[in-house]
């Protein structure tokens, strides 16, 4: 019997390795993993190849740039031939592009290393969401799509700190060659993995994804959370390394940091996720969005305050736990968008990738440009005053929402 017991559970745990959900999430862990694992490594790649700021920002814009221009195609891709051969593919490019993070030689070989990157996680984060979706039941839906936030998290608590702790010990080689074994081995689980299900997504084009995004203001809503929570997740990852640099902080350190900043993240997401779980639509709402992003504006405060490395830490774990929260809220927000709009969730995911995107191109360039002008406080101001207009707009337009659905019932309409 107790032979029969241990392979029964042998058996379950290897049908839930092989579920389109375990795999996904492994997926979207070692992709977070890998994109993050950069930040704390930024002091050595900048002494080691002599960069600038311009150009450090120039890493990211690159990616930021490739990833906006393959998001959309990758998500409508996805719809029109299938999203699991899609998100193979994602899963394979990052597999190559960590081995180049591994292997750059200069500035240039990091930088297509970069582009690689955001390609592979383009494919992850559209086609991926598309499959999940796809592959899940309608009432688990907004709880499954929810809870790749928390896993992202995960990813990006391990990333900075493992590869904080490996450059102190070994250079800049070794931490990318570790999540490249890790990306190996979610591309190998995916390849073998159940195909899950694959939904009918008509053909919907670009041009008409972006009027879906005028017309529906859900779906807005949740590519403008993308746009402000990108922006204020990679100029502060972008600038706030080289200011605890400049306060003496080691690699060591700031990997520390920056894991601690994901620790918030992840506690916020899967706080954000279980309340989803609890609550569905009445948390997955426009006040909710405003919400969201008027933590982050909060966030941000100390690094207009101060550039004391106190006051620099408590904004980048105060800001992560931020963007978990507005994050964690988008993605099922574009999903219950994509629904009202008869559209393909790929397709919608692939919005609010090129809306993450725009912000991986502005913002890198945008903040190092002003920061060599004037000063790093004055890129903080910026999205700040950004977060407080979005805050507007989705007060303005709940109330526009809500005086109509009353005019509805006073004119029994």
């Known amino acids: 019997m107790r032979v029969t017991h241990s392979g029964a559970g042998a058996q379950r745990l290897a049908q839930a390795a092989r579920s389109p959900t375990t795999t996904f999430y492994l997926l979207v862990f070692s992709n977070s993993a890998a994109l993050t694992a950069l930040f704390p490594l930024l002091p050595a790649f900048e002494e080691q190849f002599s960069l600038s700021k311009l150009q450090i920002g120039g890493l990211f814009a690159g ?149 879906v995004a005028r017309a529906a203001p859900v779906v807005l809503a949740a590519c403008l959370l993308f746009l402000i929570g990108g922006l204020a997740e990679i100029v502060v990852s972008t600038l706030t390394p080289l200011q605890l640099d400049e306060n003496g902080l080691s690699s060591r350190d700031i990997g520390l940091v920056f894991s601690a900043g994901a620790t918030a993240f992840l506690a916020a997401s899967l706080t954000t996720s279980t309340a989803i779980a609890r609550l569905g639509s009445h948390l997955v709402t426009l006040p909710a969005a405003g919400g969201a992003v008027a933590l982050l504006a909060a966030s941000l405060t100390p690094l207009v305050i101060s550039t004391s490395s106190p006051a620099v830490i408590a904004a980048i774990v105060v800001r992560m736990a931020a963007i978990g929260v507005v994050y964690t809220i988008a993605f099922p927000l574009g999903a219950t968008g994509a629904a009202s709009a008869a559209v393909g969730v790929g397709a919608v995911s692939g919005l609010l990738m090129l809306s993450s995107g725009t912000a991986n191109v502005i913002g890198p360039l945008g903040g190092a440009a002003i920061a060599s002008a004037v000063a790093d406080r004055w890129v903080y101001l910026v999205i700040l005053g950004l977060c407080v207009v979005t805050v507007v707009w989705t007060t303005a337009l709940v109330r526009k929402q809500r005086t109509t659905a009353q005019r509805h019932v006073e004119t029994g309409g």
């Open 63 to 211: 990616g930021g740039l490739s990833f906006l221009l393959a998001a959309m195609p990758v998500g409508v891709l996805g719809d029109r031939l299938g999203a699991r051969p899609v998100t193979i593919a994602g899963a394979a490019v990052l597999v190559l592009a960590t081995l180049g993070h591994a292997v750059a030689v200069d500035f240039w070989t990091l930088a297509a290393a970069r582009v690689i990157l955001a390609i592979g996680s383009a494919g992850v984060l559209t086609a991926g969401v598309s499959w999940l979706s796809d592959s899940t039941l309608a009432a688990w839906r907004p709880t499954l799509i929810g809870g790749v936030i928390p896993v992202a998290a995960a990813g990006a608590l391990a990333g900075p700190a493992v590869a904080g702790q490996l450059e102190d010990l070994y250079g800049t080689t070794v931490p990318f060659l570790v999540w490249m074994g890790v990306a190996i081995a979610s591309l190998a689980m995916l390849t073998v993995s159940q195909p899950g299900g694959r939904a009918r997504h008509g053909h919907t084009p670009i041009l008409t994804m972006l009027q």
